[in-house]
C-alpha cells in the first residue's frame, strides 16, 4: 500500500489559517487521498477527500499537487476545537475499504 | 444520537479473564469495522464484516480474539484469556456501501488488563 508522510506535531494560532502538509509520492492514480481527524477521547471522524481537484467542504479545504505527490489540508481559521491529530491517508477504490492509518499529525491551537 | 455507539465505555479487568465489547452501527450500515488503537499510534485495523459476513481479519486478530455480527447489526468483540498487551483503545466503526466510503467511528472502548 502507497503510505503518507506528516509531521508528528504542529502549531498555529486561535482564529489563523492552518496548513497540514502530507506527502504521498508513491500514489498509484487510482488513490484516493483522505482526511481524518481524532479529537481528545473521541473516535476518527471523517474530514474530506478528493481525487486530483482540490475540495472543499464546511470543515476545510483539500488542496491537491498537480502530481498528486502531496497535499495540504486546510483549516481556513483555526478555534480550540480544531486541536486534534490529523491523519492523511491513501485509499484505493475499488478494494476493501479498511482504513489505514499511520501516526498523523498532533495540531495544537494556542489561545 | 444516531451515531455508532460502544458499550461499555471503559474496562477493567485482570490479565487472564475474559471480556467481551459491543458495537451498535449506524442502523442501515451493511460494513462494520474493529480498529485497535495503543497510545500514541493511530488506529490499526483489527476485522470487518459486511452484513453478518466476516470479510477480513488482520493479522494482528490472534485466536484470543473472536468477532461476530449474528444478524448484520450488531457485533460483539471477545478477548479470551486477557494479557497486558492487550490494553487498547478499541474502536468500532461502520459505512454504508462497499469501496470509498467515510467511516463512522463510535467512541471506543478503553481497555485496560491489570
Known amino acids: 500500500d502507497a503510505k503518507t508522510t506528516q509531521p508528528n506535531s504542529m502549531e498555529s494560532n486561535e482564529e489563523e489559517p492552518v496548513h497540514l502538509p502530507c506527502n504521498h509520492s508513491?500514489?498509484?492514480?487510482?488513490?484516493?487521498i483522505h482526511w481524518y481527524r481524532q479529537l481528545p477521547s473521541q473516535g476518527p471522524e471523517y474530514v474530506i477527500h478528493g481525487l486530483t481537484s482540490n475540495v472543499n467542504n464546511r470543515m476545510a479545504s483539500l488542496a491537491i499537487a498537480e502530481d498528486r505527490k502531496s497535499s495540504t489540508l486546510i483549516l481556513h481559521r483555526a478555534t480550540l476545537r480544531d486541536a486534534a491529530v490529523y491523519y492523511c491517508?491513501?485509499?484505493?477504490?475499488?478494494?476493501?475499504?479498511?482504513?489505514?492509518f499511520g501516526k498523523g499529525t498532533r495540531l495544537h491551537i494556542l489561545p | 444520537d444516531t451515531g455508532v455507539s460502544q458499550n461499555p465505555r471503559h474496562k477493567i479487568t485482570k490479565r487472564g479473564q475474559n471480556v467481551t465489547f459491543r458495537c451498535d452501527p449506524i442502523?442501515?450500515?451493511?460494513?462494520l469495522y474493529w480498529y485497535r488503537q495503543t497510545l500514541g499510534q493511530g488506529p490499526e485495523f483489527l476485522t470487518y464484516?459486511?452484513?453478518?459476513?466476516?470479510?477480513?481479519k488482520s493479522r494482528l486478530l490472534s485466536d484470543r480474539f473472536s468477532a461476530e455480527r449474528p444478524k448484520g447489526s450488531f457485533s460483539t468483540l471477545e478477548i479470551q484469556r486477557t494479557e497486558q498487551g492487550d490494553s487498547a483503545m478499541y474502536l468500532c466503526a461502520s459505512s454504508f456501501g462497499t469501496g470509498d466510503t467515510e467511516q463512522f467511528f463510535g467512541p471506543g472502548t478503553r481497555l485496560t488488563v491489570l
Open positions: 442502523s442501515e450500515h451493511n460494513r
Open positions: 508513491t500514489i498509484s492514480g487510482t488513490d484516493y
Open positions: 464484516f459486511q452484513n453478518e459476513a466476516q470479510l477480513e
Open positions: 491517508i491513501l485509499r484505493y477504490l475499488n478494494r476493501d475499504d479498511k482504513i489505514i
